[in-house]
C-alpha cells in the first residue's frame, strides 16, 4: 500500500491550522470551526472554489437568519431545531446554495448550543465563516499545473493513432495482420482522461473559459468516431489491390505527420490526386474487385471527413502553448 500525500491534502491541513490559529488569536468561541468550515471549502479548482465559498457564506446567512426567527420566537427546543431544517433546507436548495448546509449547520448548533441570540454571538460566528472561507480562498489560489500532464496525454494519443493508422495501412497492403488491436480501447481511456484534465485545467482559470488542449483531445475523439468506423471496412478486404497499397501508403504518410501542426490542405490534395487516378483506372474485371474497389472509394470519403474534423475544429484554435 502506497502511502501518499496529495497537493489538495497537504492545503487542507494548512489551511486547517491556520484557521485555527487566527481563530484563537482573536479569542473566539467555538473556534475550533473555523477549520472545519476552512476543510469544507478546500476545492479542486480554483472556480469550484469560488463558487462553492459564495454559496456557503450565503447559505451561513440565511441559517442564522432563520436560528434568530425561529429559536427565539420558539425555543431552543430539539423540535425547533428540526423545524428550522424543514424550513432550511429547502430555502437553500430553492435559492441554489445547497452546497452551504453543511457548514451553516454548524453555526446553527452554535446558537442552539448558546440558548441564545446576541450581537456579539452573531459577531463570532460571523468571523468563523469569515476566516473559514477566506483561508479556504488563499489556499485554493495554489493548483498545480496541468500542462505537464496534458502534454503526457497529447503524446500517447497521438502515439496511438500512428499505431492504428500504420495497422490500418499494413491491412490493406498485405490483406492481413497479427495486430491485436489493443490500442482502439486504449485510445478511448486516453481521450476521456484528456478531455476531463483539460476541463479542470479550464476550471483552475477564473477567467478563461476555453482550452486549446480540451479542443484538441474533442477534435481527436470526433476523428477517432471514424477511425473505429473505418476498421470493419479494412478488416473485411482480404485481398490486396494497387489501389490498396496506393490507399496503404498514404495511411503511412498520414500517420508519420501525426500532430497538432495542420497539414490537411496537402493530405487533401492526396486524397484528390489519388482519387483522379483510381478514376482513370481499368474498371473491375470481377466482382471481388468491384467490391473492394467500392470499400476504398468508401475509406477514401471517410478520410476526407477526418482531415476535415482537423480543419473545422482545430484552425481557430490559439495553439501557442501545444
Given at each position: 500500500?502506497?502511502?501518499?500525500?496529495?497537493?489538495?491534502?497537504?492545503?487542507?491541513?494548512?489551511?486547517?491550522?491556520?484557521?485555527?490559529?487566527?481563530?484563537?488569536?482573536?479569542?473566539?468561541?467555538?473556534?475550533?470551526?473555523?477549520?472545519?468550515?476552512?476543510?469544507?471549502?478546500?476545492?479542486?479548482?480554483?472556480?469550484?472554489?469560488?463558487?462553492?465559498?459564495?454559496?456557503?457564506?450565503?447559505a451561513c446567512l440565511i441559517g442564522m437568519a432563520y436560528s434568530v426567527?425561529?429559536?427565539?420566537?420558539?425555543?431552543?427546543?430539539?423540535?425547533?431545531?428540526?423545524?428550522?431544517?424543514?424550513?432550511?433546507?429547502?430555502?437553500?436548495?430553492?435559492?441554489?446554495?445547497?452546497?452551504?448546509?453543511?457548514?451553516?449547520?454548524?453555526?446553527?448548533?452554535?446558537?442552539?448550543?448558546?440558548?441564545?441570540?446576541?450581537?456579539?454571538?452573531?459577531?463570532?460566528?460571523?468571523?468563523?465563516?469569515?476566516?473559514?472561507?477566506?483561508?479556504?480562498?488563499?489556499?485554493?489560489?495554489?493548483?498545480?499545473?496541468?500542462?505537464?500532464?496534458?502534454?503526457?496525454?497529447?503524446?500517447?494519443?497521438?502515439?496511438?493513432?500512428?499505431?492504428?493508422?500504420?495497422?490500418?495501412?499494413?491491412?490493406?497492403?498485405?490483406?492481413?495482420?497479427?495486430?491485436?488491436?489493443?490500442?482502439?480501447?486504449?485510445?478511448?481511456?486516453?481521450?476521456?482522461?484528456?478531455?476531463?484534465?483539460?476541463?479542470?485545467?479550464?476550471?483552475?482559470?477564473?477567467?478563461?473559459?476555453?482550452?486549446?488542449?480540451?479542443?484538441?483531445?474533442?477534435?481527436?475523439?470526433?476523428?477517432?468516431?471514424?477511425?473505429?468506423?473505418?476498421?470493419?471496412?479494412?478488416?473485411?478486404?482480404?485481398?490486396?489491390?494497387?489501389?490498396?497499397?496506393?490507399?496503404?501508403?498514404?495511411?503511412?504518410?498520414?500517420?508519420?505527420?501525426?500532430?497538432?501542426?495542420?497539414?490537411?490542405?496537402?493530405?487533401?490534395?492526396?486524397l484528390d490526386q489519388m482519387e483522379a487516378e483510381f478514376k482513370e483506372?481499368?474498371?473491375?474485371?470481377?466482382?471481388?474487385?468491384?467490391?473492394?474497389?467500392?470499400?476504398?472509394?468508401?475509406?477514401?470519403?471517410?478520410?476526407?471527413?477526418?482531415?476535415?474534423?482537423?480543419?473545422?475544429?482545430?484552425?481557430?484554435?490559439?495553439?501557442?502553448?501545444?
Open positions: 500500500m502506497n502511502f501518499k500525500i496529495g497537493y489538495r491534502t497537504l492545503k487542507t491541513a494548512v489551511g486547517a491550522a491556520i484557521a485555527i490559529a487566527i481563530a484563537q488569536l482573536l479569542q473566539l468561541d467555538f473556534y475550533a470551526s473555523a477549520a472545519i468550515i476552512t476543510i469544507l471549502c478546500i476545492s479542486i479548482t480554483k472556480r469550484k472554489s469560488l463558487i462553492v465559498s459564495w454559496q456557503r457564506f450565503a426567527i425561529i429559536f427565539e420566537l420558539v425555543g431552543y427546543e430539539p423540535w425547533s431545531l428540526g423545524l428550522l431544517l424543514l424550513v432550511f433546507i429547502p430555502t437553500a436548495v430553492m435559492l441554489k446554495v445547497q452546497e452551504g448546509i453543511v457548514t451553516s449547520l454548524v453555526i446553527v448548533l452554535h446558537l442552539y448550543t448558546l440558548q441564545q441570540v446576541s450581537t456579539p454571538i452573531i459577531i463570532n460566528e460571523l468571523l468563523l465563516i469569515i476566516i473559514g472561507i477566506g483561508v479556504a480562498l488563499i489556499m485554493n489560489l495554489y493548483m498545480p499545473s496541468s500542462e505537464k500532464v496534458l502534454r503526457v496525454y497529447l503524446k500517447d494519443i497521438e502515439d496511438h493513432f500512428k499505431k492504428i493508422l500504420h495497422e490500418m495501412a499494413e491491412y490493406l497492403r498485405h490483406g492481413q495482420s497479427d495486430w491485436d488491436g489493443a490500442e482502439i480501447p486504449e485510445t478511448v481511456e486516453l481521450l476521456k482522461k484528456g478531455k476531463n484534465e483539460a476541463l479542470r485545467n479550464v476550471h483552475n482559470h477564473i477567467m478563461r473559459y476555453e482550452d486549446q488542449y480540451y479542443h484538441y483531445f474533442k477534435m481527436r475523439e470526433k476523428q477517432f468516431e471514424i477511425v473505429e468506423r473505418l476498421m470493419p471496412f479494412i478488416s473485411s478486404l482480404e485481398r490486396s489491390l494497387p489501389q490498396s497499397v496506393q490507399l496503404a501508403d498514404f495511411l503511412d504518410e498520414l500517420s508519420k505527420s501525426l500532430s497538432p501542426a495542420n497539414h490537411v490542405v496537402y493530405f487533401l490534395e492526396r483506372m481499368e474498371l473491375p474485371k470481377t466482382r471481388e474487385e468491384f467490391e473492394i474497389r467500392s470499400s476504398l472509394f468508401y475509406i477514401m470519403h471517410e478520410l476526407r471527413q477526418y482531415l476535415h474534423i482537423k480543419d473545422s475544429l482545430w484552425n481557430h484554435v490559439d495553439k501557442r502553448s501545444i
